[in-house]
């Protein structure tokens, strides 16, 4: 009788369990899903279009880009899967050890195991024709670390006090200055955006919104002033500013993307039909430039519909946020709406010739590893959030 009340006790739990799996699954938000899954497909198909040229006069697979993309997108879905069935609120538990393993990534890309590729020391080479950036995921543990700073106010405040907000800062800093270090400005401006973007919705004081952006206009102009940064950073923002100064040289790049776009028409050359990006004229089309290939293949119409797509995942964000079961997974929300929003103006901005070239891959649609799991690691996020929505639930 024992064995057979533990069985069924043990029974009982296991379809408890997947009953709760199920649950989740069925709160899921349907348009978001939808909306990332749609970014990805295009994406899949643009990584081909601005590769297999390529591939193929090099004698390589023309689909090995492809390939490798679709398996990190596979990996990406899996993490995100992974996060959305995880109880968001029991990650303030494991927050330390997040930000802990971001930042010892961030040291290691500093150390020689680092490499250097287009001019950033950002990466850790592993084989395979397989890297990691270590500030992708440094993404994820500034957001879930400033959403437990942040969101648990202290007996009789309102927002968070002076301390949280200083020690957020100093925090968050860690990973900044290691970026800087890189030097990565790309990323450096998105954890930026996301630590403005969580200080407003956390209810911290205006002065600090108005003292870290006086603080940063200060820095910017400190940084240009004393030739801090590298020459090729300099030549970016010359070419944004002046594009036509250097067309064959620095201003090669935003010329050539603007080029692209614009050939393209209202409804495109047709998918894999683009004459400037089976010229190779726009370089790093796979991952910088892939909104080059859509201007060009897919016409205006067809960035239209990757602009769309990526505000409803921006909306959706927004919405979940909004109906957050507390302050810890409103800013979680709130920080990662942030960081897709940042990059993905900036990306679609630098292909336009409206923002100066950063490196920013376009969240959800560019080719990679690292930036697609970190993407889908916030998707997930998202999902979390919004499935446990009610208290106690």
Same mark, same amino acid.
């Given at each position: 009788?024992?064995?057979? /009340?533990?069985?069924?006790?043990?029974?009982?739990?296991?379809?408890?369990?997947?009953?709760? =799996?199920?649950?989740?699954?069925?709160?899921? #938000?349907?348009?978001?899903?939808?909306?990332?899954?749609?970014?990805?497909?295009?994406?899949?198909? &643009?990584?081909?279009?601005?590769?297999?040229?390529?591939?193929?006069?090099? !004698?390589?697979?023309?689909? $090995?880009?492809?390939? =490798?993309?679709?398996?990190?997108?596979?990996? $990406?879905?899996?993490? /995100?899967?992974?996060?959305?069935?995880?109880?968001?609120?029991?990650?303030?538990?494991?927050?330390?050890?997040?930000?802990?393993?971001?930042?010892?990534?961030?040291?290691?890309? &500093?150390?020689?195991?680092?490499?250097?590729?287009?001019?950033?020391?950002?990466?850790?080479?592993?084989?395979? /024709?397989?890297?990691? *950036?270590?500030?992708?995921?440094?993404?994820? !543990?500034?957001?879930?670390?400033?959403?437990?700073?942040?969101?648990?106010?202290?007996?009789?405040?309102?927002?968070?006090?002076?301390? #949280?907000?200083?020690?957020?800062?100093?925090?968050?800093?860690?990973?900044?200055?290691?970026?800087?270090?890189?030097?990565?400005?790309?990323?450096?401006?998105?954890?930026?955006?996301?630590?403005?973007?969580?200080?407003?919705?956390?209810?911290?004081?205006?002065?600090?919104?108005?003292?870290?952006?006086?603080?940063?206009?200060?820095?910017?102009?400190?940084?240009?002033?004393? /030739?801090?940064?590298?020459?090729?950073?300099?030549?970016?923002?010359?070419?944004?500013?002046?594009?036509?100064?250097?067309? =064959?040289?620095?201003?090669?790049?935003?010329?050539?993307?603007?080029?692209?776009?614009?050939?393209?028409?209202?409804?495109?050359?047709?998918?894999?039909?683009? +004459?400037?990006?089976?010229?190779?004229?726009?370089?790093?089309? +796979?991952?910088?430039?892939?909104?080059?290939?859509?201007?060009?293949?897919?016409?205006?119409?067809?960035?239209?519909?990757?602009?769309?797509?990526?505000?409803?995942?921006?909306?959706?964000?927004? =919405?979940?946020?909004? *109906?957050?079961? #507390?302050?810890?997974?409103?800013?979680?929300?709130?920080?990662?709406?942030?960081?897709?929003?940042?990059?993905?103006? +900036?990306?679609? $901005?630098?292909?336009?010739?409206?923002?100066?070239?950063?490196?920013?891959?376009?969240?959800?649609?560019?080719?990679?590893?690292?930036?697609?799991?970190?993407?889908?690691?916030?998707?997930?996020?998202?999902?979390?959030?919004?499935?446990?929505?009610?208290?106690?639930?």
């Amino acid at each position: 009788m024992t064995g057979s /009340g533990v069985g069924s006790v043990e029974g009982y739990a296991a379809r408890r369990g997947w009953s709760s =799996r199920l649950a989740v699954l069925r709160r899921l #938000d349907l348009p978001l899903c939808l909306a990332v899954l749609a970014l990805s497909v295009i994406g899949a198909l &643009l990584v081909r279009a601005a590769t297999f040229q390529l591939l193929t006069e090099r !004698g390589e697979d023309p689909e $090995g880009f492809l390939k =490798r993309h679709i398996l990190n997108l596979f990996i $990406g879905f899996g993490l /995100g899967g992974f996060v959305t069935v995880l109880d968001y609120r029991l990650l303030r538990a494991y927050v330390p050890i997040l930000y802990g393993a971001a930042c010892v990534g961030l040291v290691a890309v &500093l150390s020689p195991l680092g490499e250097t590729i287009n001019g950033s020391h950002s990466w850790i080479v592993i084989g395979g /024709g397989f890297q990691v *950036q270590p500030s992708e995921f440094a993404k994820v !543990g500034l957001v879930v670390l400033l959403a437990m700073i942040l969101g648990e106010p202290r007996d009789g405040e309102i927002g968070p006090g002076r301390r #949280d907000v200083l020690l957020a800062l100093a925090l968050a800093g860690v990973p900044g200055v290691l970026i800087m270090l890189q030097p990565d400005l790309g990323t450096s401006l998105v954890l930026i955006a996301v630590v403005l973007g969580m200080l407003a919705i956390s209810g911290a004081g205006k002065r600090w919104l108005v003292a870290l952006v006086g603080g940063g206009v200060t820095a910017a102009f400190a940084v240009w002033f004393f /030739g801090l940064l590298e020459d090729y950073q300099i030549d970016r923002f010359t070419a944004f500013l002046n594009p036509e100064a250097d067309p =064959r040289g620095a201003g090669y790049n935003a010329q050539q993307a603007r080029i692209a776009v614009g050939s393209g028409g209202a409804f495109g050359k047709g998918l894999f039909h683009g +004459q400037q990006t089976g010229g190779h004229f726009v370089p790093e089309q +796979q991952t910088d430039f892939i909104f080059t290939v859509a201007g060009e293949e897919l016409g205006f119409v067809g960035g239209a519909v990757i602009v769309a797509l990526l505000g409803v995942v921006l909306w959706r964000g927004l =919405r979940i946020a909004t *109906q957050a079961a #507390d302050l810890f997974g409103t800013l979680v929300a709130t920080g990662v709406v942030c960081w897709l929003g940042f990059q993905s103006f +900036q990306n679609v $901005g630098m292909s336009l010739g409206i923002m100066p070239i950063t490196g920013l891959p376009l969240p959800f649609v560019s080719y990679g590893g690292s930036a697609t799991f970190a993407n889908m690691i916030a998707f997930g996020l998202l999902q979390a959030v919004h499935v446990r929505r009610r208290p106690f639930d």
